[in-house]
């Protein structure tokens, strides 16, 4: 499988991955003073990435997230959520910042179908953000006493539920339950071994029950949460712990049609695959750019995976098929 690396010259906080106009597509966001998102086409005859074209934002973005083809909704530095239109022409609507933190926007996620949007932020805090009204809708000032680093939209128990993962040590992985009056979480849990902080989140797109977590121990860690949905009980069963990386796991992502395979990425400049099943897991890795890989992105018709460093690089591995282990995409399955 093909690694490459393309230096890009620009500070990259996220990237997402789609087909547009035939061909594949990489959206950048920055962290640069005046605010603005990137698109790379792949794959070019000659380059790797080639810079399509950019766009105006009105402030710098620490994560984002795509609610449609042409729509994504950012956090940034400041703590403030914004919602962006656009078309082909490079025109663009935008609605104004909503200050729904105090401290930089660690994390952003989408509820399916709808408007609004979850963030956290490394001082702690988690707010709910109507995009249509403008407005903070839902707020935890205190999620966690100390940080936030990731945040995921789930669907346990057919619910508006939201998984937040803790920044420092001993931190806890919790849930919430965004229709309920509560400013408590439904249920909380440690990492069941070393008690190392969570860096990331990627729930299971088909199987809601089912969560992974990153630590700063370089864990990858496979969660069910069936036990919290069917008995209220704070506890989660550890489906599988694996060591993959030295120092911060990073970013985690889902195949988005085959959730059996996962890819992450961590501080030591690794990206890996890995397989999964009924609780064992293989891994392979793809390569190394010898810095810290912070976002990954999954590209479902092409499988390539592009990954953004702290170098000012795209790294991409293009038409993964399998794990050393010989399992392909489809013929495996998950755990019931």
């Not at 709808?114 to 839902?138: E, F, H, I, M």
Request: charged fraction near 20%; include cysteine.
């Amino acid at each position: 499988m093909p690694f490459d690396v393309a230096d890009l010259g620009v500070d990259v906080t996220d990237v997402a991955v789609a087909t547009v106009g035939g061909h594949v597509q990489v959206a950048a966001s920055s962290s640069d003073a005046e605010g603005k998102m990137y698109f790379y086409r792949l794959g070019g005859a000659e380059d790797l990435v080639s810079l399509e074209g950019d766009l105006e934002l009105q402030e710098p973005v620490t994560r984002f997230k795509h609610f449609s083809a042409n729509g994504f909704a950012t956090g940034g530095p400041r703590g403030t959520i914004c919602a962006y239109q656009y078309d082909g022409d490079g025109r663009i609507t935008a609605t104004d910042p909503v200050e729904a933190h105090d401290a930089a926007v660690t994390g952003i996620d989408l509820r399916p179908g709808g408007s609004t949007s979850v963030s956290v932020c490394d001082q702690g805090s988690l707010a709910a953000v109507d995009a249509a009204a403008q407005a903070v809708v839902r707020k935890y000032a205190n999620a966690d006493p100390v940080s936030l680093s990731s945040v995921a939209m789930s669907s346990l128990n057919d619910r508006d539920c939201v998984l937040t993962a803790g920044a420092a040590p001993r931190a806890q992985l919790k849930l919430w339950d965004l229709r309920s009056a509560s400013k408590v979480a439904a249920a909380n849990f440690r990492h069941p071994f070393s008690g190392a902080a969570y860096t990331t989140l990627s729930p299971n797109p088909t199987h809601p029950h089912q969560v992974l977590a990153g630590t700063t121990d370089g864990e990858v860690v496979w969660f069910d949460l069936r036990r919290v949905q069917e008995q209220g009980s704070g506890n989660a069963d550890v489906v599988a712990c694996l060591k993959a990386h030295e120092g911060d796991v990073l970013a985690l992502r889902h195949h988005p049609v085959a959730p059996q395979y996962f890819f992450s990425a961590g501080a030591d400049g690794a990206l890996l695959l890995i397989e999964g099943d009924k609780g064992n897991c293989y891994a392979e890795r793809l390569g190394n750019c010898g810095v810290g890989v912070h976002a990954l992105a999954v590209h479902t018709e092409s499988n390539s995976i592009v990954g953004a460093s702290r170098n000012e690089q795209l790294l991409v591995v293009q038409g993964v098929e399998q794990t050393a282990a010989g399992s392909r995409y489809y013929n495996m399955s998950m755990a019931e």
